[in-house]
């Protein structure tokens, strides 16, 4: 029972996982992206729309394309979102937590609008999207899971896509710790306008940390799709794991390793009402809300501490302006 | 020597001094004028329809029939109600993105008086006791944040964000409390045969009385905002903080007493939705309005006279864009992806009211 809990837990955890990576990366550079709840939903849609157009197309499929459209289409979708949000905030300079949450109205209703209309649109004559032969081969896992007993169910019985993110995060970090262009990236994050004396180009920074993060949280939404999921897309299906990874971004402290970890933590509180015995339904919502009720505890309580080490960087959410300083 | 040249950038951006009234709203409304062309485009694209007839859809979705201009000013009027809440926290440069947790709280709070006490009280005192329950609980929700951001400068974007969810979630709770039939997760309509806690109708017109409260109110948030002292107070903690402390301003007592007010007209809100206008209360209640009134807030510069306009504007293209989806059998979803699209113009307009493009001159020879 403990290893099914985990094994649960860690596959609720991989979209928070992708989609806070992601905003880390961006909110390093100083943009607060809201919207990536948004950007998720289309992470997910678009790798939906390639592969039902692929399955309805092709005769036959073949693995590696029919693993590699969605996950393009996906990378596309979310890559379209980031510089939307980018070219109004960094060039149009406009308000970050507006355009954010325009964002993710847009996204979920993009999301929702394709999953409830890509049918009628293709003129197909399919009564529902079922991608079950696309999401076979994206939670393909390793043959020896089964024979290692609980070991294999918990750590090794994940689909590619599970391990993509654990790379991810480690990546991340490293980039943004340990190599120079992520100390540049910080550096624009906490203080544009000493980062643009230093003949950093602030503009450039933004835009690739906010696109490539958009890109990775992307993948949270094509991991719930295809493996979570089993490649049924249901409107509002995905809910509000897009804040969660907000959440996580702050419970994690602004490192992508720490949010390995917490993503666990976090799948593992949002499930663990299906696993306490003689609990009701209304008793099951209460549970619920314990992802945020960690982060408003944990936010309130690095704030009061005041370790700097916890902070999120300075100037995040803040406009940057040369002629301004 | 040879000669060094450095080359000037094609284009470069200078920040305009002053620029005249009739030129911002140009701008503005070639804005939503391209927003509509580009909404059209997308209609025209997946539905393959005439665009002409697209736009008489849109029409038609809000002003066809008397029923549906009465529920298009509906959603305005509670759209700009929630708009009207954020108001004084943004003009503070608080980021209470918030409100949809303070409305449910606020409607919650309403749900709960009718159930509890609709029997037992008379029904003039039932709807005063249910307007200070929600006003209470709208406001205990925004005070929270507030609390710990004057003292501890904990990010108020990130905790009333996460405070929305608790509400959702305390509403998902009490709906299966309360469900009937037992279990269904559905409160249905309370007190449906006694009205008890039902605003009553006026002039004949379900809507009406809603419509008139918060027009009410939107004109005591202009007096409060442009003529008051809090609002010169509001005003100056939002420019900068250390002025207003500069000139012996508590900043800690006009951001806990902005929220406050936030969260109480949140809270009224909620109240007008429950006894207005749903007669119940589910975790929708609320239905995103939170996260939109930011918008129609910030479109219209924070200036409740305006916000009418803009909130008119979301109201409008939403109805429109529903009446498309069902007319072509589309999801209805296609309202959200159309205000997306009009809010990215908007936002993106603002630049060319505050900023000009320069193009490089040619070099004379």
Redesign the interface.
């Known amino acids: 029972m403990w290893a099914a809990f985990l094994r649960r837990a860690i596959m609720q955890g991989i979209p928070l996982l992708f989609g806070s990576t992601g905003e880390i990366v961006t909110e390093k550079s100083g943009n607060?992206n809201?919207g990536i709840p948004g950007v998720m939903y289309v992470g997910g849609i678009g790798g939906v729309i390639g592969a039902f157009l692929y399955e309805q197309n092709a005769t036959k499929l073949n693995p590696i394309l029919a693993v590699l459209i969605p996950l393009l289409c996906s990378l596309l979708g979310s890559l379209l979102m980031g510089l939307?949000y980018c070219?109004?905030t960094v060039s149009?300079?406009?308000?970050q937590?507006?355009?954010g949450?325009?964002?993710?109205?847009?996204?979920?209703?993009?999301?929702?609008?394709?999953?409830?209309?890509l049918v009628?649109?293709t003129g197909s004559d399919v009564p529902s999207i079922n991608l079950t032969a696309t999401s076979g081969y994206f939670s393909a896992t390793l043959p020896i899971a089964d024979k290692l007993g609980w070991f294999g169910q918990i750590f090794l019985s994940h689909s590619f896509l599970a391990y993509l993110a654990i790379f991810m995060a480690l990546g991340s970090s490293f980039f943004l710790f340990k190599t120079r262009a992520g100390l540049r990236l910080r550096a624009v994050g906490e203080s544009p306008a000493t980062a643009d004396a230093a003949g950093i180009n602030v503009e450039k920074n933004k835009y690739l940390a906010t696109c490539i993060g958009s890109m990775i949280a992307g993948l949270g939404g094509l991991y719930y799709v295809m493996d979570y999921a089993n490649g049924v897309w249901s409107?509002d299906g995905f809910g509000?794991r897009g804040?969660l990874a907000?959440?996580l971004v702050?419970f994690a402290v602004w490192k992508p390793h720490f949010s390995i970890l917490g993503s666990i933590l976090f799948g593992g509180l949002y499930i663990v009402h299906n696993y306490i015995p003689g609990l009701?339904?209304?008793?099951q919502?209460?549970f619920?809300?314990l992802p945020?009720?960690v982060?408003?505890l944990f936010?309130?309580g690095t704030?009061?501490g005041k370790k700097r080490e916890a902070q999120?960087p300075s100037s995040l959410?803040l406009p940057y302006?040369r002629?301004?300083r | 020597m040879a000669e060094h040249k450095i080359k000037e950038p094609l284009i470069h951006?200078v920040?305009r001094n002053r620029i005249p009234m009739w030129k911002t709203w140009l701008i503005r409304l070639s804005a939503i004028l391209v927003a509509l062309v580009v909404s059209g485009l997308v209609g025209f694209l997946?539905t393959r329809s005439n665009p002409i007839r697209i736009y008489a859809v849109m029409i038609d979705g809000s002003f066809g029939t008397e029923r549906r201009i009465w529920g298009m000013l509906q959603n305005l009027a509670m759209l700009l109600c929630v708009s009207l809440a954020v108001t004084p926290a943004f003009k503070m440069r608080f980021?209470n993105?918030g409100a949809e947790g303070q409305v449910l709280m606020g409607g919650l709070a309403s749900a709960a008086c009718m159930i509890l006490f609709g029997n037992s009280l008379p029904n003039g005192i039932l709807i005063l006791v249910m307007i200070i329950a929600s006003i209470a609980a709208g406001a205990i929700w925004a005070f929270v944040p507030a609390i710990?951001r004057s003292f501890?400068?904990?990010?108020e974007?990130?905790?009333t964000?996460?405070?929305?969810?608790?509400a959702?979630?305390?509403v998902?709770?009490?709906?299966?409390?309360w469900s009937v039939p037992k279990?269904s997760?559905n409160v249905g309509i309370i007190n449906r045969d006694t009205h008890a806690g039902w605003l009553p109708v006026v002039g004949g017109k379900s809507y009406l009385l809603n419509i008139l409260i918060v027009l009410g109110l939107t004109i005591i948030m202009h007096v409060y905002l442009w003529y008051s002292k809090h609002g010169y107070e509001i005003s100056v903690v939002g420019e900068s903080e250390n002025t207003a402390r500069y000139i012996g301003l508590s900043v800690r007592k006009v951001i806990l007493r902005t929220m406050l007010i936030s969260g109480a007209i949140s809270g009224i809100a909620g109240w007008l939705l429950v006894a207005g206008t749903d007669h119940t209360i589910s975790r929708n209640t609320a239905a995103?309005r939170g996260?939109?009134a930011?918008?129609v807030a910030?479109l219209a510069k924070f200036n409740p006279l305006t916000m009418i306009l803009t909130s008119f504007l979301l109201a409008f293209f939403e109805k429109g864009a529903v009446e498309i989806s069902t007319k072509f059998?589309?999801?209805?979803?296609?309202?959200?992806?159309i205000?997306?699209?009009i809010?990215?113009f908007i936002?993106?307009s603002?630049?060319f009211i505050?900023?000009s493009i320069k193009f490089r001159e040619k070099e004379e020879k």
Request: aromatic share 18%.
């Open positions: 607060l809201l939307i070219f109004l149009l300079r406009a308000n937590n507006v355009t949450l325009a964002l993710t109205t847009f996204g979920v209703g993009v999301g929702n609008f394709f999953g409830g209309s009628k649109l409107n509000d804040w907000i959440a702050i009701d339904v209304s008793g919502e209460l619920k809300m945020y009720v982060t408003i936010l309130v704030s009061i999120p959410g302006f002629e301004e | 951006i920040k997946l980021w993105i710990f501890w400068n904990t990010n974007t990130l905790f964000l996460m405070m929305n969810y608790i959702i979630q305390i998902s709770f009490f709906s299966y409390k279990g997760g995103g996260f939109t930011i918008m910030w059998g589309l999801n209805e979803s296609f309202s959200d992806i205000t997306g699209i809010i990215f936002i993106g603002e630049f505050q900023y």
